[in-house]
């Protein structure tokens, strides 16, 4: 029986999972565990599937309508006897057996979750009563990426689970903030009402190589810029703070969530507060001391500080991240130059 490690609320005792399919119980089944990975083929599930690949007990489907990941970040596996890739809208239902579900499909970017606002809160709330409805249906661990933007414009700092947030219902980021909050409404009524075994995850900023070079989040745009000698753009007023945690810990901090047995919410991220003024400045220091930094107009509801409080993480998760910002830039750097085809500075 999972641990509810959310606001400390007692919900009604759950109801034990729904009886498995007969699939898993015929002398046929295969002992391997099925994973089904939506968004696998984006920035974070990518690296999710190289991770839970590594594991030869699992097999892994990823579901992804290509919006803003891409085969080439799967290609690895593609053909692999343990890995199927779908095509497949989260909006429409899915039919496939699978032990559990790592829930990640939803573009993260806010420029492409801002580009078409419907599809994003129909993303996160018809794609997760799909994959609640899939969960419930064979039996299967569901869990939710969702984000630190459940926060909104945080008046509490460092942000902690129990924090109900300061969200605009109507703004231009509702979308995301608002969907992603209705995500975890629905997973835990599903966990409340159908006794569906979930685990969310609350994501803070995440930065790593395979993000899209032009998805416009501040990581990727100050590394594509110092690499092409362009200024970095700052959006004003450069005060407003982040935290940054590179993607192999998010990945680690997701797996042992899933495996753990704490339904969350709970807060994966790098305690790591910088301004973006501060990040600028890291990002010319290490990688072009030649490039210029620019103060540009911000977009609106822009959260003005943003920083995890991770005890839960350590305490109920035993994870904590491991590789700074000024270590990580450096192997994301590598991955942007590769990419681009710009070798390093002499
Ligand atoms: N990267 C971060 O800083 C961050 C922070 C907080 C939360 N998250 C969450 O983590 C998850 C992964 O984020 P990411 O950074 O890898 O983003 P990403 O945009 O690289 O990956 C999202 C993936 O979902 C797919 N997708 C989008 N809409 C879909 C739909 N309707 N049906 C099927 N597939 C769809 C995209 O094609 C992409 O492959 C998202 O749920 C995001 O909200 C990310
Ligand atoms: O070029 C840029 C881009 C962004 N920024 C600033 O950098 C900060 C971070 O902006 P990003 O677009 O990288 O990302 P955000 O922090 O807004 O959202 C991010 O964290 C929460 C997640 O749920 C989202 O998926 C993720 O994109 C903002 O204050 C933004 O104004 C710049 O200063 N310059």
Redesign the pocket.
Known sequence: MAKEASNGDNHAATKPPPTPSPLRNSKFFQSNLRILVTGGAGFIGSHLVDKLMENEKNEVIVADNYFTGSKDNLKKWIGHPRFELIRHDVTEPLLVEVDQIYHLACP???IF?KYNPVKTIKTNVIGTLNMLGLAKRVGARILLTS???VYGDPLVHPQEESYWGNVNPIGVRSC?DEGKRVAETLMFDYHRQHGIEIRIAR???TYGPRMNIDD????S??IAQAIRGEPL???AP?T?T?SFCYVSDMVDGLIRLMEGENTGPINIGNPGEFT?TELAETVKELINPDVEISM?E??PD??RQ?KPNITKAKELLGWEPKIKLRDGLPLMEEDFRTRLGVPPKK
Request: hydrophobic share 30%; no cysteine.
């Open positions: 993260a970017s806010p979750y984000t630190s933007e995301y994501i803070f900023n416009g989040r501040v990581v745009n100050f753009t700052v959006q450069g407003q982040r973006m540009v911000n977009t822009d959260p943003r």
